[in-house]
């Protein structure tokens, strides 16, 4: 079995099984002939194995250009069946990498329907290339009807506010020059989509001149920001100097060395540390020094933190959200270490709130904490060790997400696994993440949907890493994205879906709650509008019509861990299963009562 942390080091490998897929016939084309041919020379350049795409006109000549240009590899297509699915793989993969790949959607439509996962991915911070395509720009040239309902004068405006970057370039030097620095731009910190829109007539057109040859790798310097020496001293005194430190472990590479150093940082500090699971595992649950993962945060759900003076957060995702719950307590120093700020714009609200800091260092978390580890050397004071957290050994009543947790354990036992989606209602304490690939973080964006593609594309740069992708989604969310499954099963993507039927939005059905408690009227009525009933859904067999192995529905929790244990060894066998669990409609009482108290 590989070491896990190959994952992220493969990054830039095709499959065996995947690139052995779809041929084409060979069409001899070796010199690009086209305007689409530069285009594909310069994605190749990229060294970028796969583009996720749903087929449209607008990019046909780049779509022959693949095919037939580069014979389809490097990059090779992973057809989707939806725009959304193809960008939330790509924000899976980015996910597990760190890296962007690349994805196209025809036209305005077919953006449109990717808009959502790039909204995610925006707020997730993870870097993708959307090609686009639209026109002919030249009016003249446009076939009648649907070259002109499929043109936009500035397609990019429809998702310009939550990408990084966008342009429409309009000659082939330009459009080479275009991916470069949108891959560029893209994959450095802080991450986040670009879009690179191509005018179809640029695409479809003859070269005449061949461009010169160029060495990409320095139109693509990486990019390292690491804090200045002299604020790594006063961060380090000001936490030696503390009473009780308390690390805000937020946004965070899959690096295993990163982990390393903030586990060492913790430990020398006698820091303790949160951690939320809107992001990838950031520290390791079980660990002494982990105080929890609390969906609002203060001394009270953190107990014995009451004496906490130093706050160091590391690119927490709501800073001024956290200090808030914390309580005024002015005498609270706040260190904030964090890129984010140079990705805010005026249209996301995405930065939340502005938080009070006393010092700011605008830097990558991931190169600082090893400068602090360093600077506070052994010297350390000693701290009393706090005991671990144990998960409750309490039997859950009725059937709940917790039995799912509790069967996984059983099931999985020491098998390295990673979770690429986790339910609306999951406390972090059911199972330990100890290692950073264990959990790769929410849909970013709360976009409800994403779920599955996201988990398709973890699990495709998971594969051969020896760890199982586990994708537990509420039934919400799959039945909106649900046609990734499709994509993983045709690409020998080995992935296991756990469904946390409760045949309802059930988040909304709170929301209802709340309302009517707020309001005095019948809190009995909140299912309505919300249950997914009469019929229920049969969620196994949507997995099995994509070509899945489906299992269920598993009606009591008695019978969940065999069902899992046959799902299992479908997966191992390098299949996708769907595994049907009708949980009760219902939240964790941690969940309900941070959603339906005053102020939520
Ligand atoms: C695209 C989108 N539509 C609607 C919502 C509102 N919303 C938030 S959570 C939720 C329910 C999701 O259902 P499910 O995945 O079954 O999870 P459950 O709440 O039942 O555990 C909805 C509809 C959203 N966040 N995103
Ligand atoms: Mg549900």
């Known amino acids: 079995m590989n070491p896990p942390q190959s994952a992220t080091a493969r990054a830039n490998e095709a499959d065996p099984a995947v690139s052995g897929l779809e041929r084409p016939t060979p069409a001899g084309a070796n010199a690009p002939g086209f305007g689409s041919d530069v285009i594909a020379d310069a994605l190749r350049s990229l060294d970028v194995p796969y583009i996720a795409l749903t087929p449209g006109a607008s990019y046909r000549g780049l779509h022959d250009s693949i095919v037939n240009y580069l014979g389809n590899s490097r990059p090779q297509m992973l057809l989707c069946l939806h725009e959304e699915a193809a960008v939330a793989i790509a924000q899976g993969y980015a996910k597990v990498t760190g890296k962007a790949l690349v994805t196209a959607v025809h036209s305005n439509v077919g953006l ?3 808009s959502m996962a790039i909204f995610n991915a925006w707020c997730d911070r993870m870097p993708i290339v959307v090609l686009g395509a639209t026109g002919p720009v030249d009016a003249a040239k446009r076939r009648p009807w649907i070259d002109w309902i499929h043109t936009a004068r500035d397609q990019g405006a429809l998702i310009r506010e939550y990408t990084k970057w966008d342009d429409q370039p309009a000659s082939p030097a330009a459009a080479r020059e275009a991916i470069l620095r949108g891959t560029w731009i893209a994959n450095t910190v802080p991450q986040g989509p670009v879009y690179i829109n191509f005018d179809a007539e640029l695409q479809e057109s003859k070269v005449n001149e061949q461009l010169p040859p160029i060495d990409v790798a320095r139109y693509m310097p990486p990019i390292a920001t690491a804090a200045p020496a002299e604020q790594i001293k006063q961060a380090a005194a000001m936490l030696k100097g503390a009473k009780q430190v308390l690390i805000l472990a937020g946004r965070g590479s899959r690096s295993e060395e990163a982990w390393n150093a903030r586990v060492a940082l913790a430990e020398a500090l006698g820091a303790r540390v949160v951690s939320d699971l809107k992001i990838g595992a950031s520290f390791p649950t079980d660990h002494p020094n982990y105080a929890g993962a609390p969906r609002g945060l203060s001394p ?3 107990e014995g933190l009451a004496n906490v003076d130093v706050v160091l957060s590391l690119d927490w995702v709501d800073l001024a959200g956290a200090l808030r719950h914390w309580g005024p307590s002015p005498s609270v120093k706040v260190i904030q270490v964090s890129l984010d700020h140079r990705i805010h714009n005026g249209w996301s609200m995405d930065h939340q709130a502005l938080p009070a800091v006393d010092l700011f260092l605008s830097a990558d978390p991931d190169l600082v904490v090893p400068e602090l ?6 010297g350390g004071k000693p701290h009393a060790v706090p005991a671990a957290r144990k998960a409750s050994d309490k039997e859950p009543t009725g059937f709940t997400n917790e039995h799912i ?22 406390d972090e304490s059911w199972i330990p993440f100890r290692h950073p690939l264990d959990y790769v973080g929410s849909n970013g964006g709360g976009g409800v949907g994403g779920g599955p593609g996201i988990s398709v594309g973890a699990a495709l740069a998971l594969k051969g890493s020896g760890r199982m992708p586990i994708a537990i989604c509420g039934d919400g969310d799959f039945l909106m994205g649900v046609t990734a499954v499709w994509t993983a099963v045709h690409y020998k993507i080995p992935l296991l879906f756990i469904l946390a039927n409760n045949r309802s939005f059930y988040n909304d059905e709170l929301h209802q709650e709340r309302m009517a408690r707020a309001r005095n009227r019948p809190i009995e009525n909140k299912w309505i509008g919300q249950r997914m009933s009469e019929p229920e859904v049969d969620l196994a067999a949507m997995g099995r019509a994509q070509g899945a192995v489906g299992f269920g529905p598993v009606t009591k929790p008695e019978d969940l861990a065999a069902v899992l244990q046959k799902a299992v060894a479908e997966v191992e066998a390098g299949k996708v299963a769907v595994v049907d669990v009708r949980v009760e409609p219902g939240y964790t009482a941690v969940m309900t009562a941070a959603m339906t108290r005053a102020g939520s």
């Open 112 to 114: 449109l329907h990717a």
């Open 300 to 302: 009270q759900s953190l």
């Open 373 to 378: 580890v360093k600077e506070i050397g052994k």
């Open 405 to 426: 947790a509790r069967a996984l354990r059983k099931v999985l036992g020491d098998r390295p696994v990673s979770y690429t989606s986790l339910p609306l209602s999951w």
